[in-house]
Nanobody
Framework: EVQLVESGGGLVHPGGSLRLSCAASGFNFNWSPMNWVRQAPGKALEWVSSITVNGTSTAYADSVKGRFLIPRDNAKNMLYLQMNALKHEDTAVYYC?????RGQGTQVTVSS
């Protein structure tokens, strides 16, 4: 059974940083491209970032480019989202995703 468990969310001031983690199990993580998506209150699900199986290629939504990074650790079956220079509009529930399957999400709130 595919399991994705996100953690690391919380309340942060604008300009602050957070590092989200996603623990993956139940599938061959080393062979799986992975994504982060988010859903803000009252809005549709939004793609945030993607990474290839070996981490050599990444992609970011324009809204987070230059502020977010999506490293992965294949030895630990872990995906991360390093979020810097956070803005109010980054407030959302963040999910890691593999082939349309998401975890339960972790809440990120950016507020002064």
């Amino acid at each position: 059974e595919v399991q994705l468990v996100e953690s690391g969310g919380g309340l942060v001031h604008p300009g602050g940083s957070l590092r989200l983690s996603c623990a993956a199990s139940g599938f061959n993580f080393n062979w799986s491209p992975m994504n982060w998506v988010r859903q803000a209150p009252g809005k549709a699900l939004e793609w945030v970032s993607s990474i290839t199986v070996n981490g050599t290629s990444t992609a970011y939504a324009d809204s987070v480019k230059g502020r977010f990074l999506i490293p992965r650790d294949n030895a630990k079956n872990m995906l991360y989202l390093q979020m810097n220079a956070l803005k109010h509009e980054d407030t959302a529930v963040y999910y890691c995703e593999r082939s349309g399957i998401r975890g339960q999400g972790t809440q990120v709130t950016v507020s002064s």
